[in-house]
C-alpha cells in the first residue's frame, strides 16, 4: 500500500473513532437521564424496571381502592345531607282579629325529601298553644291549616331532588314566608 492510501484509511479511522466518541458521549448522557427518571420512580435505583413497573402498579391499585373508598363516604355524607332537616320556613300571622303584632306563627322544617315537622303556635291574649304535626314527602296525616300548608309549601318550593347536589346551599335556609 502506498502513503496516500494508509493516509486516508487513518484519516477514515480517526473520523470513525470520533464519530463513536460523540454517540458514546451521546449515550451517556441518555441514560443518565433514564437513571434520573428510574430513581425518581423507585427511590434508589437499584432495582430492576419490572420491580418498579410492579411497585407503581400496588401503589396506583391503592389509591384507586382508596378513592372507591371516599366516593362511599362522600356519598353517605350526601344521603346524610338529604336527610337533614334543613329547609325551614316560617309564617306569622294574627289568629284572632283582636289581636295585633302577628305573634303566632306557624313553621315548616323538613328535609329535601319533604319529611319533618310543622309546628304551628296559636297566641291569644291570655294564653298560647302549640300543635306538631308530622310530615311524610310533603303531605300530613292531619289536616295542614293554611298558614301550616304557606309555610310547608315555602320550605318545600325550588328543592332539587337530584341524585347528587350541586352545591350545598347556605346554612341559613329559613324563609320568612309571611
Known amino acids: ?25 451521546v449515550a451517556l448522557l441518555r441514560l443518565r437521564g433514564v ?35 371516599l366516593r362511599e363516604h362522600v356519598a353517605t ?30 313553621a315548616a322544617i323538613v328535609d329535601d325529601a319533604g319529611d319533618g315537622i310543622v309546628i304551628s303556635s296559636i297566641h291569644a291574649r291570655g294564653e298560647s298553644r302549640t300543635y306538631a304535626k308530622g310530615v311524610v314527602g310533603g303531605r300530613s296525616s292531619i289536616t295542614l291549616t293554611p298558614e301550616e300548608q304557606q309555610a310547608l309549601a315555602s320550605a318545600t318550593q325550588g328543592e332539587t331532588r337530584t341524585s347528587a347536589p350541586t352545591a350545598l346551599p347556605h346554612p341559613d335556609r329559613t324563609k320568612d314566608a309571611s
Open 1 to 25: 500500500m502506498d502513503d496516500s492510501t494508509l493516509t486516508t484509511v487513518a484519516l477514515a479511522a480517526a473520523g470513525v473513532a470520533v464519530l463513536a466518541v460523540v454517540m458514546a458521549v
Open 77 to 106: 355524607a350526601e344521603d346524610d345531607v338529604r336527610q337533614s332537616l334543613r329547609n325551614v320556613a316560617v309564617v306569622r300571622y294574627d289568629a284572632f282579629g283582636d289581636m295585633g303584632g302577628r305573634l303566632s306563627f306557624s
Open 35 to 69: 437513571r434520573r427518571d428510574f430513581t425518581a420512580l423507585d427511590g434508589d435505583g437499584g432495582a430492576d424496571i419490572a420491580r418498579v413497573a410492579a411497585s407503581q402498579s400496588r401503589r396506583i391499585d391503592g389509591l384507586a381502592s382508596e378513592i372507591a373508598r
